[in-house]
Each structure stands twice: as structure tokens, then as C-alpha cells.
């Protein structure tokens, strides 16, 4: 009678383990789910430069949030697990410049000139460890 409690217990430990793994690898995945959510929302598709400011401002908040750390040159560092970077390239002046450009010589400034051009997410990239949204890069629309 022992024996069976004993064996009992043990069934009864590895199931609370495999389902506390499982309900954790679920949580984990929603959460990755829901914060790609908004930049997978805007791939392939044509935003105007106030949108774009909106989606620098969110990249900026994220690494923030995610303390991720800049490189001597300003540039976020890729962590391998919740960095965002982001490059856009000009057809005014055939330039690619990146997030932390436009964020230091301020959106406002940004969106003053670009409002009203539109931009189109090309390529987005992600964590190979993570799954999360790691790189974006957008090209403005000629006009």
C-alpha cells in the first residue's frame, strides 16, 4: 500500500511539472505573439510619416523598457532576445538612416517634414532564440 501512495505522488509530481512547463512555454508564446503584433500589423503595407513616428516612438519605448543597452555610436545593441532596430531609407537623398538618427534630431522634427509621404515596411526580421521582432526596415514611397 506504500508503494502505490509513493508511485501515486510520484505521477502526480510529474504531471504538475510537464503542465507547469507547458502552460509556461503558452504564456511565453502569447507574449510574443502579442508584442509583434503591431509591427507584423504594418509589414507590406503603405503608412504615412506620422504613423512612422508612432512606430519609432513605440521601437524607442520598447528597447527602453526591455533595458537594452546603446553601442558607443548611439546604436542600440542587438541582444539576441528583445532589441528592436530600425533603418529607413530616404528617396530624397537615396540615404538609409537609422532609428536612433531620427529619435536624437527628434520626431517632431521628422514628422514636420514627413507627415504626409508615405512609407512601406519591406523586411522584418526576428530573433533567432525569441521569435521577436528584431530588425524593421521601411523605404518611402516616391511620390
Known amino acids: 500500500m506504500k508503494k502505490v501512495i509513493i508511485f501515486l505522488v510520484g505521477i502526480a509530481i510529474i504531471v504538475a511539472i510537464v503542465s507547469y512547463v507547458y502552460f ?3 504564456i ?3 507574449e510574443v505573439k502579442q508584442a509583434n503584433a503591431q ?4 509589414y507590406q503595407k503603405e503608412i504615412y510619416g506620422t504613423d512612422l513616428a ?3 516612438n513605440k521601437v524607442v519605448d520598447d528597447n527602453t ?4 543597452e546603446k553601442e558607443d555610436t548611439g546604436l542600440y545593441k542587438d541582444n539576441g532576445k528583445n ?3 530600425v533603418d529607413i531609407y530616404f528617396t530624397d537623398d537615396d540615404t538609409i538612416h537609422s532609428l536612433e538618427e531620427i529619435y536624437s534630431s527628434g520626431t517632431s522634427t521628422f514628422v514636420q517634414y514627413y507627415n504626409q509621404v508615405k512609407f512601406k515596411c519591406t523586411k522584418i526580421e526576428y530573433h533567432e532564440q525569441t521569435r521577436r521582432v528584431r530588425y524593421l526596415y521601411f523605404e518611402q514611397i516616391a511620390t
Open 24 to 26: 509556461n512555454y503558452r
Open 28 to 30: 511565453m508564446t502569447n
Open 39 to 42: 509591427y507584423e500589423s504594418i
Open 54 to 56: 508612432t512606430v519609432l
Open 65 to 68: 523598457k526591455n533595458e537594452v
Open 83 to 85: 532589441s528592436i532596430h
